[in-house]
């Protein structure tokens, strides 16, 4: 079946310095959708960015992430980290019908000053 | 703003007992999901409706049994809870079609606690 693996369970970084959240994938499907969620203390996950489209550049709030189909994988990036990025990230793909969105197992993102 | 409403936040109760967990999506779409976040954040999908029709049914216990209504609500019924049970609830909706694989936006959650 189809799955998501986030490598890092914690990633810490220091404020204004680039940070790094891996994801890689495996899926028997040809189209697809990728998402990124992140979740804050107490709150519900939400959306950060979706893909679908091979070798195309996303960002949004600051962070991007590029679908490289050739190295199955869904790298989230930022350039400069803020304390208010702590929170846990989840990277997700979805079926081609989009009735099953499977998750990774999150990374948690701690900044520190 | 949340347009993903459930009901209750929270629910404490004995193992064996039956619990009910109520979900409303005012977004018109017309796919919902319900997940379980457990101790360790792991997210992992349990059903997925569309248009009030069981699509997915992952390997999950028989005591959980979905139930919709209609596409806006999704219900979900835990026959005889066990401790394993405890865990957030997150039900979730989406506008799927062949090229708008819309990412599903999730509710605020319930939490399950068996003593």
């Known amino acids: 079946g189809d799955s998501v693996t986030q490598t890092e369970g914690l990633v810490t970084v220091t404020e204004g310095l680039p940070v790094k959240l891996n994801c890689t994938y495996q899926?028997?499907?040809?189209?697809?959708?990728f998402f990124w969620y992140v979740q804050y203390l107490n709150e519900a996950p939400q959306v950060l960015l979706r893909s679908s489209t091979d070798n195309k550049r996303t960002e949004h709030q600051g962070f991007h992430a590029t679908l490289h189909k050739s190295s199955s994988s869904f790298h989230l990036q930022k350039s400069s980290a803020q304390l208010s990025d702590s929170a846990l990230y989840y990277c997700a793909l979805s079926d081609p019908g989009g009735y099953k969105v499977v998750f990774g197992s999150g990374t948690r993102l701690l900044v520190s000053p | 703003e949340t347009a993903v409403f459930q009901t209750p936040n929270y629910h404490v109760t004995q193992v064996g007992n039956e619990v009910s967990f109520n979900c409303k999506q005012t977004l018109g779409h017309d796919t919902m999901y319900w997940y379980k976040q457990d101790s360790k954040k792991l997210l992992k999908i349990m059903f997925s409706?569309?248009?009030?029709?069981?699509?997915v049914n992952e390997t999950v216990p028989r005591r959980f049994s979905p139930q919709s209504s209609d596409k806006a609500h999704l219900n979900l019924r835990i026959k005889s809870v066990e401790p394993e049970d405890s865990a957030v609830y997150l039900c979730?909706?989406?506008?799927?079609?062949?090229?708008?694989?819309?990412?599903?936006?999730f509710g605020e959650g319930t939490r399950l606690s068996v003593l």
């Open positions: 979730a909706s989406s506008l799927q079609g062949a090229d708008n694989n819309q990412a599903p936006l």
């Open positions: 409706y569309n248009n009030k029709q069981l699509i």
């Open positions: 899926t028997t499907y040809l189209t697809i959708a």
